[in-house]
């Protein structure tokens, strides 16, 4: 296996309730990424995402383009790390 960028975000504001998984799921199907997205019991949604970095980078603008008026605030943190996906999928 190779490495490649993983990325951990969480987006909070109004980000349940509004498709807001569906639509990263629809974005995720432009990049060559995989991960997952899922809601959090705390109001939030976590996106992991692993690919090359400008995939990842361009899928994560992507998503805050599309979701802007639901997402109140966004946190990042990334790695290089062996990949650990295959797909893209909402859990």
């Given at each position: 296996m190779?490495?490649?960028?993983h990325?951990?975000?969480?987006?909070?504001?109004?980000?349940?309730?509004?498709?807001?998984r569906?639509?990263?799921?629809?974005?995720?199907?432009?990049?060559?990424?995989?991960?997952?997205v899922?809601n959090?019991?705390?109001?939030?949604?976590?996106?992991e995402?692993?690919?090359?970095?400008?995939?990842?980078?361009?899928?994560?603008?992507?998503?805050?383009?599309?979701?802007?008026?639901?997402?109140?605030?966004?946190?990042?943190?990334?790695?290089?790390r062996?990949?650990?996906?295959?797909?893209?999928v909402?859990?």
């Amino acid at each position: 296996m190779t490495d490649v960028h993983h990325e951990t975000v969480y987006f909070s504001g109004r980000v349940q309730g509004v498709g807001f998984r569906y639509t990263v799921m629809q974005v995720a199907k432009e990049f060559d990424v995989a991960g997952f997205v899922k809601n959090l019991p705390d109001g939030r949604v976590q996106l992991e995402a692993e690919g090359r970095l400008e995939e990842v980078n361009s899928f994560i603008r992507s998503v805050e383009d599309r979701m802007h008026s639901y997402v109140r605030n966004v946190e990042r943190s990334g790695e290089e790390r062996t990949q650990q996906f295959n797909n893209f999928v909402i859990k």
